[in-house]
């Protein structure tokens, strides 16, 4: 669910018992703050012991107070540095230092007991402050996110040479690593480079099907039709006689070279290849279009006219305006 290794520094600017349980605390509210989607917060205590043995009294139960978050004379001259760390619901963390030959059942169940009081008091502290972890990483955050794409589209995204692949880590920032069972990791330092590389990485590998609409930006002019660039190095053919209801005498009459242009799949060859339709997007010709083709008898009841002039639309859709040829 969240596929990094962390390291945490914590530097504290003093030297006293419950410091490095600072520490701990300190840590929890910082990978909360920087929307890290650890399960439950955690607290730590440090717990002391002054023990008392009088002389001759080896067979009595040694009197003893128990001391919660130590301070360092405590420490030094106590007989005890207990610290436990955890949640609400348990210890996650314990270690001990005494100084003594070693501590009873009870001094050590009345420790524990202490330590989750002030433990649950502390974490109670620490949730006014922040609650939950932040539902986005911070953008100071180096980021890694996996993807699942099919293994036979491996290929597709590397493409020949690693072509595909260097080209979405030259333009994104980012670094790839792409198992064999399909599993594609995207390491970033910028979120907006990570989101960029993810649409190139999903776009690079997936698969078309026929009806679906795409955008797309005309790459290249054939006097049979225009090939449109939907994806990251992915083309389509759009045929003459699929660029408007109409006969088009010329390409360049509907499309050139840098329109941005929506497209519907028409078919997949055996090969893969696309053949894209513009006649057939939703929308995209109106009633009065296709009158005024009619009108330039570009158009029969029956369909275009074989063999016309064709029909140039007096406004042309992709937003750019441009000299018509001669």
Excluded at 249 to 268: L, S, W
Aim: glycine fraction near 10%; aromatic fraction near 4%.
């Amino acid at each position: 669910t969240f596929p990094y290794t962390i390291r945490i520094v914590s530097e504290i600017l003093s030297s006293n018992g419950s410091t490095s349980m600072a520490s701990v605390c300190g840590s929890t509210l910082a990978l909360f703050d920087a929307g890290v989607p650890i399960a439950r917060p955690i607290a730590g205590i440090a717990m002391g012991l002054m023990l008392e043995q009088e002389p001759g009294t080896k067979n009595q139960e040694p009197r003893y107070v128990i001391l919660t978050d130590i301070q360092g004379p405590e420490d030094h001259y106590g007989d005890m540095d207990f610290k436990a760390a955890g949640t609400a619901d348990g210890v996650t963390a314990l270690q001990m230092d005494v100084k003594i030959d070693g501590v009873t059942i009870a001094v050590l169940t009345e420790t524990l007991s202490r330590a989750r009081a002030a433990r649950l008091e502390i974490l109670s502290v620490m949730q006014k402050a922040i609650p939950a972890p932040r539902p986005e990483l911070s953008p100071h955050a180096p980021r890694i996110t996996v993807l699942k794409i099919d293994p036979e589209k491996i290929g597709a995204l590397i493409g020949p040479g690693g072509k595909m692949i260097n080209a979405i880590i030259a333009a994104t920032g980012v670094d790839i690593d792409v198992e064999d069972d399909g599993s594609v990791f995207v390491i970033s330092e910028r979120a907006e480079g990570m989101e960029r590389a993810i649409q190139l990485i999903k776009q690079a590998t997936r698969e078309y099907k026929p009806g679906e609409l795409l955008e797309g930006t005309v790459t290249r002019v054939f006097n049979f039709g225009a090939m449109v660039e939907v994806g990251p190095k992915q083309e389509g053919l759009i045929h003459i006689s699929e660029l408007a209801p109409w006969h088009v005498g010329q390409v360049e009459d509907v499309v050139r070279i840098g329109d941005k242009i929506p497209v519907m799949v028409h078919d997949i060859d055996e090969q893969g290849r696309l053949n894209l339709s513009l006649k057939s997007v939703p929308g995209r010709y109106s009633a009065e279009d296709i009158a005024r083709a009619e009108a330039a008898g570009a158009v029969h009841r029956d369909g275009p006219r074989p063999g016309g002039d064709g029909f140039r639309r007096p406004e042309r859709r992709s937003g750019r305006e441009r000299p018509r040829r001669g």
